[in-house]
């Protein structure tokens, strides 16, 4: 992702309200990956994946979840 020069936006730890905001910013037609953790191994916060899920086919984006 890094090195696409693709424009990245970084939504509030599991916000999912948050992640929404952006998503509506960016527009339907525009090409869009949501990329998160299942499970954050600092603190043990498990990603709120059904939530995410539910707003990338909403807004038409991709996910790519790193699970540990």
Do not use: C, W
Request: glycine share 4%; charged share 30%; net charge negative.
């Amino acid at each position: 992702v890094r090195r696409s020069g693709a424009e990245k936006k970084i939504f509030r730890h599991n916000d999912v309200a948050h992640l929404e905001s952006l998503l509506q910013a960016a527009g339907r037609e525009r090409a869009k990956l949501i990329v998160f953790e299942s499970v954050y191994s600092m603190d043990g916060d498990i990603a709120p994946i059904r939530q995410i899920v539910e707003l990338a086919e909403r807004y038409n984006a991709m996910t790519y979840i790193d699970e540990v």
